[in-house]
């Protein structure tokens, strides 16, 4: 299968890349393919139109993005929480696309430093997938992130590591029952 995974994070310092970068590599250790797509790295601007008459008129990210989802098996949103909700970036890069999410698998990894792992979010996220008829699969709240993941990326939370192989058998379920 492959996997789109989204980060919803743009911040410096992030962690929510590093949960991604380790999803990608389990992923890829279960015979998947998974892609990366970072807001930072291929940023979007914030949407001016309601919808693009033609789709040359779409913002080259946006166009990418679109190519991307219309190509996965299930898109994976991973987002940290602000503010009992989603990054702007991340709902500013969701409403640029409509027709891509029709049916199509969503699954999320939200985190938080704190307690709730960003399941206040989750529950946007649902909102959000709902209706744009996306079909909203699996969830894995991490929290206290920081402790989770070092510096540099590295697992240390061990706990985790069953945590996400689980994720992943659940989301093949998911995309298995849709398809």
Not at 45 to 52: A, C, H, Q, V
Not at 114 to 124: C, E, M
Not at 139 to 151: T, Y
């Amino acid at each position: 299968m492959h996997f789109l995974l989204l980060i919803g994070s743009t911040r410096d310092g992030r962690k929510t890349v590093h949960a991604a970068e380790f999803l990608e590599e389990k992923l890829k250790e279960a015979g998947h393919q998974p892609e990366i797509f970072d807001l930072k790295e291929k940023e979007i601007p914030f949407l001016n139109n309601r919808t693009y008459s033609d789709e040359g008129e779409a913002p080259e990210n946006a166009k990418l993005l679109s190519e991307k989802i219309r190509e996965t098996d299930c898109l994976v949103i991973i987002t940290p929480e602000y503010n009992h909700s989603i990054p702007g970036v991340l709902k500013n890069a969701l409403d640029h696309l409509y027709p891509e999410y029709d049916n199509k698998p969503f699954s999320y990894i939200t985190t938080s430093a704190g307690g709730f792992g960003g399941v206040r979010g989750l529950s946007h996220l649902h909102d959000i997938t709902l209706a744009v008829n996306g079909k909203p699969g699996p969830n894995l709240p991490i929290s206290g992130i920081r402790d989770v993941f070092s510096a540099d990326g590295e697992l240390q939370d061990e706990s985790y590591r069953s945590r996400v192989e689980d994720y992943i058998k659940d989301v093949e379920e998911h995309v298995e029952e849709l398809n």
